[in-house]
């Protein structure tokens, strides 16, 4: 084995991760973060939402400090792009010529906003949420009586479009499929959620193909293929990520929508590694089929199981997909996968709160979505998490009812 130590590439919330839970596993050799941007690494999930509101200076959350790479003994080289993988020598090249040697390396590499793809999209007007930086330049275009156009009906699109309506701007969300929030979210309840953005007074077209952007006398005008046009201020788009991959592809490792992983989140190269939202993987408890997972959790999940794989473990990635989104006063959370559901119960939990639940064929208990208040959604989704990952098969009239505690067909 090369001399060196473990290297993680991407210093976001999973390579922070990964880093401190190799530390807190026992490994006492060399640990180096390497991130492209100046910023020790910070929580993402904010960027759209209490980042956008905050009354005073914004601030992230971080983590990892330096100070605490520092104590724990962790290397942060930040500012830093690593633009080459030697995986005979086992090294990686950064832009600047230095070379890192490990003896188990990590792609934490996460994912890019993916840009529109029409004439005018270059606009100085049209900008992406990814990074702190980012998140700045959308927060100072969001001022009162501002016209902003959302390009995307997905989680960050409607996060963005909640922010900017509590900073007193006149929203409208421009999504090209038939609905908003059509991976993941049943219709009924991303109804419900289209519902309360309106009752904000957004304004929605769905089934709206975009085909040109353009400016005139300080306005931006989106074409849409309709005819119709939409005159705005400044666009947010929010058209979903596309995984970093160009390193590992360089390096010959296999690409399949991400960095191809097994279930140990070990790439083709048995010595190096790949988490987070770069990679996909066959997940146990969906039949094996490869997924790749844009979300907080599993970047913490994923990060922490690659860390102990490093360093000799044999455990397999088998944790239940989580998302979660807050929007005005409620809160969308949403455990599993429902794509290859066949049968779909509702449960009605009062005070504008939904449960939805998602079955496979044989009965199985696929996955769960909720929308309401944090107190009345939050815990019971905790619950039908732990029901898909025990492979449970609820009856369905158990599920539809109110007064069956969830806990109780957890127990059965």
């Known amino acids: 084995m090369a001399d060196g130590g473990m290297v993680i590439v991407g210093a976001g919330e999973c390579g922070a991760r990964a880093a401190q839970a190799l530390r807190e596993a026992g490994w006492s050799g060399a640990v180096t973060l390497i991130g492209e941007e100046s910023l020790p690494p910070y929580e993402r999930p904010p960027l759209s939402k209490a980042l956008m509101v905050a009354a005073g200076e914004p601030q992230v959350a971080h983590p990892l400090t330096r100070d605490a790479a520092a104590q724990k003994g962790i290397d942060l080289l930040l500012g830093a792009r690593v633009a080459e993988i030697d995986r005979e020598a ?3 090249i950064l832009a600047d010529g230095r070379r890192i040697s490990y003896v188990k390396l990590l792609l934490a590499t996460g994912a890019r906003p ?7 999209a270059d606009s100085r007007d049209v900008l992406y949420l990814r990074s702190f930086a980012d998140a700045l330049a959308i927060r100072e275009r969001l001022r009162a009586g501002a016209r902003l156009c959302v390009i995307g009906g997905g989680f960050i699109g409607l996060e963005v479009a909640a922010s900017a309506v509590a900073r007193g701007c006149r929203v409208t969300v421009v999504e090209v499929t038939p609905r908003i929030l059509m991976r993941g979210v049943p219709a009924p309840l991303a109804e419900l959620i289209a519902r309360r953005h309106e009752q904000a007074g957004v304004r929605f077209r769905v089934g709206a193909g975009i085909a040109r952007i353009s400016e005139s006398a300080g306005t931006v005008k989106i074409g849409l293929a309709d005819g ?16 970093e991959t160009l390193l590992a592809a360089r390096a010959g490792l296999a690409v399949e929508n991400g960095i191809r992983v097994d279930d140990r989140l070990r790439t083709s190269d048995p010595d190096i590694f790949a988490a987070g939202d770069c990679c996909s993987a066959p997940h146990a408890l969906y039949d094996g089929r490869r997924i790749r997972l844009e979300a907080w959790r599993n970047a913490h999940d994923q990060g922490n199981l690659a860390a102990r794989n490093m360093l000799g473990g044999d455990q397999r990635y088998e944790a239940v997909p989580w998302f979660w989104s807050d929007q005005y006063e409620m809160t969308l959370h949403v455990a599993g996968l429902a794509d290859q559901a066949t049968k779909h119960v509702k449960r009605d939990l009062g005070d504008g709160a939904e449960l939805h639940f998602h079955l496979a064929g044989d009965g199985r208990l696929l996955a769960a979505s909720g929308f309401g208040p944090l107190g009345k959604v939050a815990r019971e989704i905790r619950l039908a998490e732990m029901l898909i990952q025990k492979g449970a098969k609820p009856a369905p009239d158990q599920l539809a009812a109110p007064e069956v505690k969830l806990k109780s067909l957890l127990n059965a």
């Open 90 to 92: 086992h090294a990686v």
């Open 114 to 120: 993916r840009r529109l793809a029409v004439p005018g």
């Open 228 to 243: 119709d046009e939409i005159e705005c201020d400044v666009i947010v788009a929010g058209i979903g990520a596309a995984p």
